[in-house]
């Protein structure tokens, strides 16, 4: 286009390093679609960047744009185009996958080996305007609050997770009080789980967001969490442990309160290697262990699309802070405290 918009940088190699900068509106390309920006929601991968943690030391390169949590409304399209048009309400999948790949061609795109994604290995869409493939773009549904159109990227990795297991009339243990623990506590509850149990390490904001979300029970890590559960299984352990905090005691503390034949699935990001006991807590417990990697392309996205739609999910408590995007800074601080449920940057 030629013109300029503005967006939330990160200019350099150290601990903030985040500008609002003046930069060109990106060119579209045949198979691309360019969105002006509504709604942005900040991620915890945002956080590592702007932290310039270790991971991010290693990934990013500046400058880089933040951002993939979003939704908008098309206004130019590429000439081929065909899928959406100027004027569709959109938000994305932040993944891009090659799709020529084993992986890609057998229905494994989100663990594609070639997988690039928004704001960290290309620009992303802390913008007023973000340029996309069409393969990435996802037409909302009217009536979903823009808002809430914004965060299905991390409310599909909480899809994802609740339903790589058999959760429905069972009891769960969530493992981390984060904003998708606790969308995974909504999403739990949202399809019929029994019993739910949520656990934090020791911050009370976020623990008590999941009694919102519909936990049975919350505690802190500190807490007689396998005493307790136990006690309300009937001695047996719960049927579904889902681990989102990346804590590696949490993974062993998930072992323990798994019933034989439960199952345990990973979604968080370890720093360290685990120590399993693996033939007295998976193979003689005969437990079934899941990895998950972001959504299924786009099995996830109808899935989420479905609960949204049937009023079932009530995810408007989790969305806890709103800045206009000038605010980015004060945003981003919010966010770091951990005192928050999703923290949302406005720029209509």
Not at 281 to 287: A, G, Q
Request: proline share 4%; net charge neutral; with cysteine.
């Amino acid at each position: 286009m030629g013109e300029k918009m503005e967006a939330v940088v990160k200019t350099r190699p150290e601990l903030g390093g985040t500008e609002i900068k003046e930069v060109e509106i990106p060119s579209v390309g045949p198979n691309d679609v360019l969105i002006k920006v509504r709604v942005a929601s900040i991620c915890g991968t945002d956080v590592h960047i702007y932290n310039w943690d270790p991971w991010a030391q290693g990934r990013i390169k500046t400058p880089r744009i933040y951002g993939h949590e979003f939704c908008g409304e098309v206004v130019e399209v590429g000439p081929n185009v065909t899928s959406v048009k100027p004027g569709d309400y959109v938000s994305g999948e932040c993944h891009i996958a090659c799709g020529h790949c084993y992986l890609c061609k057998t229905g494994n795109a989100h663990i594609c080996r070639d997988m690039k994604i928004f704001g960290v290995d290309v620009d992303g869409i802390f913008a007023e305007y973000a340029c996309i493939p069409e393969n990435n773009v996802w037409r909302n549904d009217p009536d979903l609050k823009p808002e809430l159109a914004s965060i299905q990227d991390p409310l599909g990795n909480a899809i994802h997770s609740v339903f790589a297991a058999d959760v429905p009339g069972r009891n769960v243990a969530v493992l981390g009080c984060g904003p998708i623990g606790v969308m995974s506590v909504a999403v739990c509850k949202a399809i019929g789980a029994a019993q739910i149990f949520a656990v934090g390490r020791r911050n009370m904001y976020r623990i008590n967001l999941a009694k919102k979300a519909g936990a049975t029970k919350v505690f802190r890590a500190a807490d007689d969490v396998e005493g307790v559960v136990r006690e309300m299984t009937d001695g047996l352990g719960v049927d579904v442990v889902l681990e989102m905090s990346g804590n590696t005691k949490a993974v062993q503390q998930g072992l323990r309160l798994l019933r034989p034949g439960g199952t345990l699935v990973l979604l968080g990001v370890y720093t360290e290697p685990a120590e399993i006991d693996l033939s007295k807590d998976v193979v003689f417990k005969y437990v079934n262990i899941k990895g998950i990697n972001g959504r299924l392309m786009f099995d996830t996205w109808y899935r989420m699309a479905g609960l949204l739609k049937s009023g079932s999910l009530d995810l408007d408590f989790v969305i806890t802070h709103r800045y206009k995007f000038k605010d980015f800074e004060e945003a981003m601080q919010t966010m770091r405290s951990g005192n928050s449920g999703k923290v949302v940057l406005k720029l209509e």
